[in-house]
């Protein structure tokens, strides 16, 4: 049943943010945003909860990913949301897990990514996302690439407003 109930929720929130980047492009009616984005919203956030209590932590840790995109996506506003302590819940998911990826998986892990945009600046969590990026990002420049952001601009597909976070923080990391 999890299994399934994460593709359904993969699947209504690229629909939802399909409907974001619908209402920024042209003003839409109060409906529409009730019935394409608010509803919605509510709906993904109480399934990604219920599915959160599931053993299975790369299932875990992909409904907590899912959290912290809307909440990002929709600009939820900081003080009615903690990002910094869902991130935190990230990072010790992902600090269980037994496997450990590559730099090249490191480096365009959207886990990680999205840990490190959700986050507080100078918070210990962020410094833990930030990092691991951070070495990720060293090695690979290391090997003979000299331009991984080039590559990543290049290569990922953004939705209702991730990309400007997300290039901000490889900026970072170049620096």
Known sequence: MSLMGMV????????????????????QTSGFMMKEVVQPMYEMLS?????????????RASCICIELI????????????????????LKEVISSTQFRPCCYSDLTCCQLMLGAVATKEGSPT????TSRLSSAWRVVKSRGCNDPMG?????????????????????ELDS
């Open 151 to 171: 590559i990543l601009n290049r290569n990922m597909v953004f939705k209702a407003g991730l990309g400007p976070r997300f290039k901000s923080l490889w900026v």
């Open 126 to 129: 962020r410094a833990w996302f």
């Open 47 to 59: 399934q990604a909860r219920s599915l959160r209590t599931d053993e299975n932590l790369i299932l």
């Open 8 to 27: 359904d929720l993969c699947e209504s929130l690229a629909h939802w943010m399909d409907a974001i980047d619908a209402s920024r492009e042209a003003p």
């Open 70 to 89: 809307i909440y990002l996506s929709w600009n939820c506003a900081p003080s009615a949301i903690n990002l910094t302590a869902i991130a935190s819940e």
